[in-house]
Each structure stands twice: as C-alpha cells, then as structure tokens.
C-alpha cells in the first residue's frame, strides 16, 4: 500500500480530472470483501454511503446507484471490469471508480479510487461535492462487515 493513511481518503484535482482514493487493511478473507462488493441487493443493507444499488454487478452488467452524496439523482452505470477477488471497475462516461483488492498477511488490502473528468469537467466541476468523507464511510462500513462476517466463520 502506498503513501495514502488507511481510511483517510485522498483527492487529487486538474482542470479536467479529479481522481479519489481510500484504502483500508480488511482483516478478512478478500472473498467475503468480493462478495460485499458484488452483492447489489445487500449494498444498502452494510453501506451507509448507498441509499439503493439495483442491477447486476457481473462482466458486462449494469446497475443504478443512489449515494448519499445527491439522493435525487439514479446513476447508471456498466460493469467495465470484473475480475474476481481482485478487481472491479464500474462507470459511465464521465468517469469510473475501481476497488482493487489484494490478499495480504491477516486479510485483505482494499483500495478504492474513482476518476472522473473530460474536456467539460472545469463547466461543472464545482457543483460535484467532495468524495472525501464518503470514501472514508464506505471504507469503515465495508472493514466493518467484512470484519463482522469472518469472525463469524471462526
């Protein structure tokens, strides 16, 4: 893991990107973490970030997100990459966020980032709120259930 705190995201800003990053040290198997991800239905349920997530999370799917961040508005967005117990992109065309997970001594090393950006992004970069708090939360919830559903196992 780089120079980045566990659970404190980072944002970096240009004029036509924005890119945030959090990561985390999961104290579980990454296929229970995979399996958090992965699980549309169950998303709203462990992740206080999400209002809704409906659709199918699989190589070539589709889903519609509500976040927390603006819960008028329905993202929709394609599966770009599903690679599992490793990585996993989703997206439209303005931008794409990626989970990255990465089995390590005790668990799993988590990483979340998401870029969005374009030749229009410096028209309404200003009316996007911050990803900050959000990655954190999302981070911890995930730690949390992730955690929760090992020791469970145990």
């Known amino acids: 893991m780089n120079s980045i705190p566990t659970g404190k995201a980072s944002t970096r800003k240009t004029i036509f ?3 945030t990053t959090v990561r985390a040290k999961i104290e579980a198997d990454p296929s229970i973490v995979w399996a958090l991800l992965t699980h549309a239905s169950d998303f709203s349920r462990w992740n206080s970030t999400v209002v ?3 659709g199918e ?3 070539g799917g589709t889903i519609e997100l509500k976040s927390t961040l603006d819960e008028k508005r329905v993202f929709k967005l394609k599966i770009k990459e599903f690679m599992p117990e490793k990585r996993l992109v989703w997206g439209d065309n303005m931008g794409s966020r990626v989970y990255s997970l990465e089995k390590s001594m005790g668990g799993t090393d988590f990483t979340m980032s998401e870029k969005i950006g ?3 992004f410096p028209l309404f970069a200003s009316f996007i709120p911050s990803f900050d708090e959000s990655f954190e939360q999302f981070a911890a919830d995930l730690k949390k259930e992730a ?3 090992q020791k469970a196992k145990k």
């Open 17 to 19: 990107s924005r890119e």
């Open 52 to 54: 809704s997530l409906t």
């Open 57 to 59: 999370i699989r190589e």
């Open 118 to 120: 374009g030749p229009l």
């Open 147 to 149: 955690e929760k559903i």
